[in-house]
């Protein structure tokens, strides 16, 4: 008995229209980042008094909480023992032990870091620090948010606000970074397509939401890789899981910032504009 079934012509001609693999370029890599469900932050001015007090550095916000609780905190002579009170850091006076508080100015500092520097405020081999290269940026301690092997470059971003950074850190908010990887071997469609795809790795599965030949995709050692994961050095595993070697890593976008007029080994500041998009997503 003959199928009934007939032969879908959309479907084909969709298959025709469709560039083969080795035609696509990295356009969706240097489109600008738009995160895909954001609102703007209502800011009236208020901070909960928990958070300035860790601002402040008195405590963290739970121990902050715990401190309030006790009756040890005083907004303008008067005790506060609610959970959730909030202040005006302009004009309210907020004292702690006898002690006039100030909180701590948030700082948002973006390095473009060189190779052969470990990603920690300190190494127990002696080793070079990232830190050592933004020591005059600020008075303020500032931490770099997530990190980069010691032989990747690019940007890196520093700050002292941890709701900035713990956002940043959660792949659900969709903040992308992309990476320039240059092999010693050419890279096939079909390991691009794996990437895409998802790879096995020790610690699970990694996945790339863009994979692709930099440029018009002759050079086939030049990829374009652009992830939302932060796991530690997961671009380089992921191509040492395909058996390629790196001569190269460069991180030249992270959660839309770019390295624009930004030389290797240097670092900036994130304008007003930068910082209120990284606030966004909440």
Avoid at 18 to 34: G, M
Avoid at 104 to 126: A, F, G, I
Avoid at 239 to 266: N, S
């Amino acid at each position: 008995m003959a199928s009934s079934s007939k032969p879908n012509p959309r479907s084909n001609n969709q298959k025709a229209k469709r560039k083969p693999l080795e035609k696509r370029t990295s356009s969706k890599l240097t489109k600008p980042y738009v995160p895909p469900k954001t609102k703007i932050r209502e800011d009236d001015g208020l901070m909960r008094l928990n958070r300035y007090l860790a601002h402040a550095g008195i405590a963290s916000r739970r121990e902050a909480d715990k401190l309030i609780e006790l009756g040890l905190v005083t907004v303008n002579g008067k005790t506060i023992k609610e959970l959730g009170a909030k202040v005006d850091p302009k004009v309210d006076v907020v004292k702690y032990d006898d002690r006039t508080l100030k909180p701590e100015v948030s700082r948002y500092v973006l390095l473009n870091k060189p190779k052969d520097y470990v990603t920690s405020s300190e190494d127990p081999m002696e080793r070079r620090t990232v830190t050592m290269l933004i020591l005059s940026a600020c008075k303020e301690r500032i931490y770099p948010v997530g990190k980069l092997d010691r032989n990747s470059t690019g940007l890196l971003l520093f700050t002292n606000d941890g709701d900035v950074a713990k956002r940043l850190l959660q792949p659900r908010f969709g903040f992308p970074k992309i990476y320039h990887v240059e092999t010693v071997d050419k890279v096939t469609t079909a390991q691009l397509a794996q990437m895409r795809e998802g790879i096995k790795l020790e610690d699970g599965y990694a996945k790339a939401e863009e994979a692709e030949y930099v440029g018009d995709g002759k050079d086939q050692h030049s990829i374009g890789v652009r992830i939302n994961s932060d796991k530690s050095a997961l671009v380089r595993r992921m191509f040492e899981q395909l058996g390629h070697k790196i001569k190269k890593l460069d991180r030249v976008m992270y959660a839309g910032l770019t390295k624009k007029d930004l030389p290797r080994g240097r670092y900036r500041h994130l304008t007003e504009q930068e910082v209120a998009f990284l606030k966004m997503i909440r």
